[in-house]
């Protein structure tokens, strides 16, 4: 079985209106669409360019602010996914519960159903700048072409989450993610390639490219879109099955055949899935 993916490298920039974001997501949909993409993946915190429009009187927006806009960020790629057929991740938005926010992962189905996948770890920028709060539960996501799994950024960072992920059948780690700078986002490009080898699943990656003055912790982004498969025959000897070119405004896609991951896992030139040592450490499928 395969699938196609594309995978957007979201420019940020300051905008004016709902209006004009939702011309820029539209942009990408249907380049997606003309590709003959399925699924389709936009970054971490992509919506936070809806605070450079201001409120109106001159001051800025915070984070706080955010929420307000949820219910026509759900209309809007409820309704792309509904027109186009495909399965749009579409990045994380901040939503609150309770009184709480949390960084949201949000899944469009074709058929209109929206899934949700709160972020499980968050970076100490999120806590003391942000007040976010952790997700407390972790899902998988049956789709019509398999199980995949939403993790944001920061959660990729951490083996024992994906472990869980790949024993509960997911064969696609998709990761929306936002880095301000060369650290953040080695770090995340390292890990994910890790999770890839060790699980023997495929990691869709992306971040945000651009910059937000008038919005804090957003003024500086660091990305680059990317499909990680295994380190084995037959995929690339890189790992790497298509990527980006590095802050640049655009979108790339693949085809990823869940048939070579199933092969590998059972012929590879290693098989890191089968032969973990689940008499010394956790047997998650247990």
């Known amino acids: 079985m395969k699938l196609r ?110 899934g949700e996948q709160a972020k499980l770890h968050i970076t100490p920028t999120e806590v003391n700048e942000w007040n976010m709060e952790k997700g407390d539960s972790f899902q998988i996501f049956e789709t019509d072409k398999g199980k995949i799994a939403l993790l944001t950024c920061y959660d990729i960072e951490f083996p024992e989450i994906v472990r869980i992920a790949k024993a509960k059948g997911a064969d696609v780690i998709f990761c929306p993610s936002c880095t301000d700078d060369r650290h953040g986002f080695h770090r995340v490009r390292y890990t994910s390639h890790a999770r890839a080898i060790e699980n023997q699943v495929y990691v869709v990656l992306t971040g945000t490219v651009g910059a937000l003055p008038t919005v804090d912790f957003m003024r500086a982004n660091f990305g680059q879109a990317v499909i990680i498969t295994p380190n084995d025959i037959p995929f690339p000897p890189k790992g790497i099955l298509v990527e980006g070119e590095v802050n640049n405004d655009m979108i790339v896609t693949a085809d990823l055949d869940l048939e070579l991951l199933y092969e590998v896992r059972e012929r590879g030139s290693v098989t890191t899935w089968r032969d973990r040592r689940t008499d010394l450490y956790p047997d998650w499928e247990k």
Request: include cysteine; hydrophobic fraction near 40%; aromatic fraction near 14%.
């Open 5 to 114: 993916v594309s995978v957007v490298q979201y420019h940020l920039h300051t905008i004016h209106s709902f209006e004009e974001f939702a011309a820029q997501c539209e942009h990408y949909i249907k380049t997606a669409e003309e590709f003959g993409a399925e699924f389709v993946l936009f970054p971490e915190f992509f919506t936070t360019q809806l605070l450079s429009i201001g409120n109106g009187q001159g001051q800025r927006m915070t984070i706080n602010d955010l929420p307000r806009f949820t219910e026509q960020y759900r209309e809007l790629f409820s309704n792309f996914a509904k027109q186009t057929n495909m399965h749009i991740i579409a990045g994380t938005h901040v939503i609150e519960k309770g009184s709480k926010l949390f960084n949201t992962a949000h899944l469009f189905y074709p058929d209109g159903r929206i």
